[in-house]
């Protein structure tokens, strides 16, 4: 991309911790990346692509295909070997992007298996990881990311090294990138060990000023009717920027980290319990890095601060619903309590609203919109005062969770319950309860072997996992089945002239080794939210044994998706999707009351798995109906879910029922729902998996199996 046509860095409009994050990493780029958190919409892609102008031209070796420093070149490079000091030349930083349905092959390079066997040589096709080196490797929508690529971009990041191995044949290079990737929260999260790789973290949200939002507006048109005037327009503001982190670069050595500052660091990760080391080497190398950008050479508190405000939020979660943020006032208080211990040093943290990266203890009057043309404020100002621009946390517009002693008003009771008697209401509703504590659940799978997107639930044909087989290749040979290709080649030895000790190997000896994984399901929640749930005052148990398998379900990388039935009708309270914790959301502000349409509960399900199965056929569904089975409302109740729950079973929907019936006396009415969609049927018990670890301790346990042993 050129420059021209990139969007200047300097003419985007507040994202004030975004532009920072970035600014830091161009300066230090030992921080460790960037993940942007954020809507659709609000610049994280812009801002990412901008950044590339703004880093150092890089030296490289002379038609080395790996980006060798010619001062340092890599002993193993694939080009190589280098000689020191030789001829190089200068290239721009690279801005490699990393599509989501990128292939391994794509990502790490490609190595020409026949011609390795064969001839015996190393023919190696570069991939994005080498493209990058040295440079910045972007992942748009990076929570979307295949599982198998991710542990790649993990074991690259970690050992500054990509290794391709092909059956014994390996290549190795150098890899060493910035690695930034953006995501929309809505559309899933991320594994924790990706997750934790990033060095920063910052959330984005669109600006509620509508003189922010205008200019937003008028700048973008600008530089959509004519590229190359609108960044001719920024160019003194681009060089100046540019210059700046080159000086910053230039003074980084030089600046100091006391011992006071480690110990506040130190009281910093301590206190918000963050796991493992990097999050406090992480803020060391950001509150560095935020001293040469303010052209300090020594850590102030400041610089702590700000540090553990982009480095932190995403290391101190300990749930997957909880959304990632830290406390300012604790984090002031534990910064209080670190000064109290070393009184002599460094001053304490500037007046509210002083930037923390500003030497000079400026305001920032001048902030905001400019009125077009005008010169930017700079992407440093003003980003100190710890606030990190993250929203509050959004609620459901379906309710809110009921306060723990908030009276349980009992309404929409069904004449089932009761064997008769008149229906109250069916309009009112009892308010949302909050769900029980989630738990380990027992692991629900789809039987057979399918094909989907690599997970962790349910047994599937895989690039990854233990070789059950061999085929002929279709298409690029991508695992080579070693045995099968020289039993294959070896009848035709003495035909094609083999003399020597080598085999002669041709195309059509070739297989591909098939592997059997995991994949990932979509599992679809269909949730009973009737007056019958909440009469027996389940609801809040129920909620928890949904919570539990949300949570599994975010483990083993699954979509949900989520049906709720009541009253009259059921609704889709959520498509199907891959954020989990949105799910959880809509699940912690579901009210319940009303009939139990349990027929339009089960067609609706059906209705979504049909729409889903044209969009992504091989992702097998897992249908969970947490009911206890009663269905009133409409002519015949019960025969029409039975013809409901049948059309499942002639699609061979892999199907479990959660049996939520309570007390002495049960009806058994779950178990026929199981029966007639050909699932399983497990009670709110069986579901956890510490029942099953019981089970075998009983077993185990007895004296006969005691005498057996």
């Known amino acids: ?30 921080v460790g990346g960037v993940l942007v958190r954020g809507e659709k919409g609000t610049a994280k892609s812009t801002a990412v692509r901008a950044l590339a102008a703004l880093l150092p031209a890089v030296r490289t070796v002379e038609g080395c295909r790996f980006s060798c420093d010619p001062a340092a070149p890599d002993p193993g490079c694939p080009d190589g070997p280098h000689p020191a000091d030789g001829p190089g030349g200068e290239r721009a930083a690279r801005m490699v992007e990393l599509p989501v349905g990128a292939s391994e092959d794509r990502l790490v390079g490609a190595l020409d298996i026949e011609r390795a066997l064969a001839e015996g040589v190393k023919a190696f096709e570069p991939g994005l990881l080498a493209d990058a080196h040295r440079g910045i490797l972007y992942v748009d929508e990076v929570n979307l990311l295949h599982d198998h690529l991710i542990d790649l971009l993990l074991d690259a990041a970690a050992m500054g090294a990509s290794y391709v191995e092909r059956e014994g044949v390996s290549v190795r290079h150098a890899a060493r990138f910035l690695l930034v990737g953006t995501m929309n929260p809505e559309e899933g999260e991320l594994r924790p060990q990706l997750l934790d790789r990033f060095g920063l973290t910052v959330e984005v949200a669109a600006s509620r000023e509508p003189g922010q939002r205008v200019e937003v507006v008028r700048r973008r048109l600008a530089f959509e009717d004519d590229p190359a005037a609108f960044a001719g327009r920024w160019a003194d503001e681009e060089a100046g920027l540019r210059e700046r982190v080159a000086a910053a670069r230039a003074l980084l050595p030089q600046v100091r980290l006391g011992d006071g500052a480690l110990r506040r660091i130190a009281a910093v990760c301590a ?15 950001t509150a560095t890095a935020l001293a040469a950008w303010a052209g300090r050479t020594e850590v102030a508190v400041e610089d702590v601060r700000q540090a553990a405000l982009l480095a932190l939020p995403h290391r101190r979660r300990r749930n997957p619903f909880d959304a990632p943020g830290l406390d300012e006032e604790k984090l002031d208080e534990v910064l209080r309590d670190a000064a109290a211990d070393d009184p002599e040093d460094e001053p304490p943290t500037p007046p509210e609203g002083q930037a923390p990266e500003d030497p000079d203890g400026g305001d920032d009057d001048g902030r905001g919109p400019d009125g077009g043309g005008g010169r930017q404020p700079d992407p440093g100002d003003g980003a ?6 993250l929203p509050p946390q ?10 723990e002693d908030a009276p349980e008003a009992l309404t929409g009771a069904e004449p089932g319950d009761s064997g008769g008697g008149s229906p109250r209401p069916a309009s009112a509703e009892q308010r949302a309860v909050a769900a029980g504590e989630p738990f380990r659940t027992k692991v629900l799978s789809v039987p057979g072997l399918g094909a989907g997107a690599a997970g962790r639930r349910s047994r599937a044909r895989t690039e990854h996992g233990r070789t059950t087989g061999a085929t002929r290749p279709e298409g690029v040979l991508t695992k080579l089945h070693l045995t099968a290709t020289v039993r294959a080649a070896a009848p035709h030895q003495r035909a094609r002239g083999r003399s020597g000790r080598g085999l002669v190997v041709r195309r059509d000896d070739l297989r591909q080794a098939t592997r059997e994984g995991r994949e990932g399901n979509l599992v679809l929640f269909v949730v009973d939210a009737s007056g019958s749930m909440a009469a027996r005052k389940r609801m809040g148990a129920v909620k928890g044994a949904v919570l539990s398998l949300l949570l599994d379900a975010y483990q083993r990388r699954d979509k949900v998706g989520l049906v709720t039935f009541r009253g009259r009708e059921a609704e889709v309270a959520l498509p199907p999707t891959s954020s989990v ?40 569904p897992l249908l969970v109906v947490v009911t206890d089975g009663r269905a009133t409302g409409g002519p015949e109740p019960v025969a029409l879910a039975a013809r409901a729950a049948r059309l499942h079973a002639a699609e061979a929907t892999a199907s479990v029922v959660v049996d939520c019936e309570t007390g002495p006396v049960r009806l058994g009415l779950a178990g026929e729902l199981a029966r007639e969609l050909r699932g399983t049927a497990v009670t709110l018990d069986e579901l956890r998996a510490e029942a099953l670890t019981g089970l075998v301790k009983d077993v185990t346990d007895h004296p006969r199996a005691r005498r057996a042993a």
């Open 1 to 30: 991309m050129s420059t021209s046509s990139r969007y200047p860095f300097t003419a985007i409009v507040g994202q004030d911790d975004l532009r920072l994050a970035l600014l830091l990493n161009a300066v230090s780029p030992a």
């Open 271 to 285: 206190a918000f319990e963050v796991d493992g080391m990097r999050g406090d080497l992480v803020m060391a190398r």
């Open 384 to 389: 100190g005062d710890g606030s990190g621009g």
């Open 394 to 403: 959004r609620t459901e517009d379906s309710g809110a969770p009921a306060p």
């Open 581 to 620: 914790d949105a799910a959880a959301a809509r699940l912690q502000a579901l009210p319940t009351g009303g009939r139990t349409p349990l027929a339009a509960g089960l067609l609706k399900a059906h209705d979504v798995l049909r729409v889903e199965r044209l969009r992504d056929a091989t992702r097998r």
